[in-house]
């Protein structure tokens, strides 16, 4: 194991891309770590690497990180637009074009006197983690996302306050599902991870849930809706991942948003299948998007216990001066790995997997 090196630090943090639920609470202990246990300075980059071009910072103390724990979003804000490394500009003639600005953003490092960048955030902003480390300054990696679709670690935190939003509201639809005897398909996040749906699908006793990893048929979705309509459960729950898409289709795009590492936003897969289904079936068939609500609000206990264990965890590698990693759940227990191994790598839901067949075995459709 690598030595604590006793120098005096200067950190500085910052969140990229969608928040999720945690962000705060990495934030709250990596700062106390950092200051009670090690003696270091930390500042804080708004909006991301946004804030990090612009020099836009503010101080992360016991005072200015108290009280933030329990609490969803991120107090730096963050941003899901800014590259570093294409970053939008508008040139001489009007025209729109990507740049390279990195080197701003490390003048910038160098003139607050940065020794380390931790940087919160999914798999585009640990990209731009990685390019960083590549041009020479120390960074240290947090997965985040509530997709938990971040390869080599087992759990990102912010999927543990989704699953229960997600399955909260589950139970709520069950309700009036029932009173109406209708199809209610709920959409949830999860981009090309099912892991959402999945838990929460189960959680929730959802009796169909689609996911990207396995494409569906409107067959096999209504044989289900006629199954349940034979035993006497004339009404049915499905939820569906956004990215979920139809065999031999294609998932439904909601926006296109052009200056975003990756641009594409699903969104209306469940509005389409209820649309579909309707004339398959003797119900009427709603949908509901839970959208960015499953990213707001509280973050759960299980998460706000992760987090903290991601932000002791970093401190402890910034002490040991492990750079260029990010930390990592393996075995349940926290550990590192390099950032030029982590990238690329995502974590989908195996099909043929524990979890499917745990489903499958209480009689949960796949649509396949
Ligand atoms: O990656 C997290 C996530 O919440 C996805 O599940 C979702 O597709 C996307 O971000 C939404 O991003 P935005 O906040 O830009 O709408």
Redesign the pocket.
């Known amino acids: 194991m690598t030595k604590t090196k006793s120098k005096r630090k200067k950190i500085a943090v910052l969140t990229g891309g969608?928040d999720a639920p945690g962000l705060n609470a990495v934030i709250y202990a990596l700062t106390r770590t950092c200051i009670m246990k090690f003696g270091y300075e930390l500042i804080g980059y708004k909006f991301g690497y946004r804030g990090l071009y612009n020099n836009d910072f503010m101080p992360l103390t016991l005072e200015t990180t108290s009280g933030i724990l329990h609490r969803g979003g991120t107090i730096l804000y963050s941003s899901?637009k800014d590259n570093l490394f294409a970053y939008d500009m508008v040139d001489e003639n009007g025209v729109k074009v990507k740049k390279d600005v990195s080197d701003v953003a490390i003048t910038n490092l160098k003139k607050e006197k940065i020794d380390v960048l931790v940087v919160l955030g999914?798999d585009g902003t640990l990209t731009s983690a990685r390019d960083f480390t590549r041009k020479g300054i120390n960074v240290i990696g947090v997965p985040k996302?509530?997709?938990n679709d971040l390869g080599i670690t087992e759990t990102t935190f912010g999927f543990d306050t989704a699953v229960n939003i997600v399955t909260e509201n589950l139970g709520r639809l069950h309700t009036t599902a029932e009173s109406h005897h209708r199809i209610m398909v709920v959409e949830v996040?999860?981009?090309n991870a099912g892991w959402i749906a999945l838990y929460a699908g189960l959680a929730g006793s959802a009796d169909v849930i689609l996911i990207p990893e396995i494409p569906f048929t409107l067959e096999k979705v209504v044989e289900k809706i006629n199954e349940r309509d034979e035993n006497g459960r004339p009404f049915t729950v499905i939820v569906v991942t956004?990215g979920a898409k139809p065999k031999g289709g294609d998932a439904v795009v909601g926006r296109v948003?052009d200056d975003s590492p990756d641009p594409i936003?699903?969104g209306g897969i469940g509005a389409k299948l209820a649309h579909d289904l309707e004339p398959l079936v003797n119900h009427e068939c709603r949908s509901v998007s839970l959208g960015?609500i499953q990213?707001g609000g509280e973050t759960s206990a299980a998460d706000r216990v992760l987090s903290i264990r991601y932000g002791v965890k970093a401190a402890h590698m910034i002490a040991e001066e492990q750079y260029g990693c990010m930390v990592c759940m393996r075995g349940g227990k926290m550990e590192f790995e390099s950032l030029e191994k982590i990238i690329g790598v995502n974590k989908l839901v195996d099909p043929y997997g524990e979890m499917v067949n745990v489903a499958r075995s209480l009689g949960i459709s796949f649509g396949a």
């Open positions: 969608g899901n999914g996302t509530i997709d996040m999860g981009r956004e948003v936003r699903y960015h990213r």
